[in-house]
């Protein structure tokens, strides 16, 4: 049904130009509303499983960042290596900003319209089209809406009504610092309560610093908020050298409460559907939140495809996509609980993993084939 079809993508994000690009690549007529005056995504890496890269290639986006060899878990105190995960082909550490400067370049030359400093006040999904009331006092109809509009998507309330998520009691910083000629790998430092990962950016040229805390004082959700440095610092205090000389060389950070929300018990309401966050938002334990939005682009440009009608493509599109959003989202709320381990509970899941690292090192990452080696552009 897609030929010539006319769609509205809200969001020129990562999901959202990834399936303005694959809907207008099928013969959709797209375009993107972006509330920003332009599409300048600010400062932080993201790693690209081989999952994600499949829909890249299949969207005709080559290369972004560099490719990722292994992911390593140290140990956060003294720095030493517990276990470390060869990668297979595939994997990629990308600047955010690189990759939607791709993305956005893929969906001009597919032809997509990329509208800017589009600010939506609300969206009403009621009638048989979408209602976009803007804020300058407009409005407008839509027989196909996609929201990809993120954590506090207006078409997440649409479809969903309010509902409230909860603090999970942690919180995250975002920092790049000049790189420090580290191996093309992610490094995951674990300590009590807290943990940190980093790895290399735009060829070594920067280093990319996530780093978790559990606490119970409540921080704003939506990591562009910023804080001073030396908090970062103190709540890593005791960590390796290692870490502690990435972090004297931290300048500016950003800080975001992370918050649980539900994945949606349904991603659609006659002509809106829910893509990435909007639909199941994820935290970052498993490096899954982009990936999983480039699956679903993927996922409901070919429903939009190949079905008859609008309604059976969205239903056909969820029944695909929410057993393994969600199954990759229980995973990623499980690596937190690991990483954080204190006490006689850390020191013997750091013998175990030492002595699987002697062992079977791989043994670890095959736990996670039905993730890494799935390939939405194959039809799995």
């Avoid at 509205?8 to 990562?14: D, K, R």
């Avoid at 950003?254 to 938002?281: K, Q, T």
């Avoid at 993730?371 to 939405?376: A, F």
Wanted: glycine share 10%; charged share 20%.
């Amino acid at each position: 049904m897609i030929i010539g079809a006319e769609v509205t993508v809200l969001g020129a994000g990562i999901g959202g130009l990834a399936v303005a690009t694959a809907l207008a690549q099928r013969g959709a007529n797209v375009r993107v509303l972006e509330q920003a005056d332009e599409i300048a995504e600010v400062g932080a890496g993201i790693q690209i499983s081989a999952n994600g890269v499949a829909v890249l290639r299949a969207l005709g986006i080559g290369a972004v960042g560099g490719a990722s060899s292994a992911v390593s878990l140290c140990d956060g105190a003294s720095g030493g290596q517990v276990l470390r995960m060869t990668l297979p082909e595939g994997f990629e550490l990308v600047h955010r900003a690189d990759l939607i400067t791709a993305l956005a370049a893929a969906a001009r030359d597919a032809g997509v319209q990329i509208q800017l400093g589009e600010r939506v006040e609300s969206v009403d999904a009621d009638g048989t089209q979408a209602v976009l009331r803007m804020a300058d006092g407009t409005a407008s109809r839509h027989d196909i809406l996609i929201g990809a509009d993120g954590l506090h998507a207006k078409t997440r309330t649409a479809v969903l009504g309010d509902i409230a998520p909860f603090f999970t009691q942690q919180v995250a910083w975002r920092a790049l610092i000049p790189g420090r000629g580290e191996p093309a790998e992610a490094r995951v430092f674990m300590g009590p309560g807290r943990h940190l990962v980093t790895y290399p950016l735009r060829g070594g040229a920067l280093t990319n610093i996530v780093a978790v805390e559990e606490r119970a004082s409540w921080a704003e959700e939506g990591w562009n908020h910023t804080d001073d440095p030396a908090n970062l610092r103190a709540a890593f205090a005791g960590f390796c050298p290692e870490v502690m000389d990435m972090l004297a060389q931290v300048e500016a950070v950003n800080i975001w409460g992370l918050f649980r929300h539900p994945v949606a018990d349904r991603w659609s309401r006659r002509s809106v559907v829910l893509l990435g966050d909007a639909a199941h938002p994820t935290l970052p334990f498993l490096a899954q939140g982009a990936v999983m939005a480039l699956e679903d682009a993927w996922v409901l440009a070919d429903a939009l495809a190949v079905h008859d009608s609008r309604d059976q493509a969205f239903a056909a599109y969820q029944a695909k996509r929410k057993p393994r959003a969600t199954r990759a989202i229980e995973a990623a709320n499980a690596n937190a609980r690991n990483y954080h381990l204190a006490g006689v509970k850390k020191t013997a899941a750091h013998a175990g993993l030492r002595m699987i690292n002697a062992v079977a090192p791989q043994r670890m990452l095959s736990r996670f084939d039905w993730l890494y080696r799935h390939d939405v552009t194959r039809g799995d």
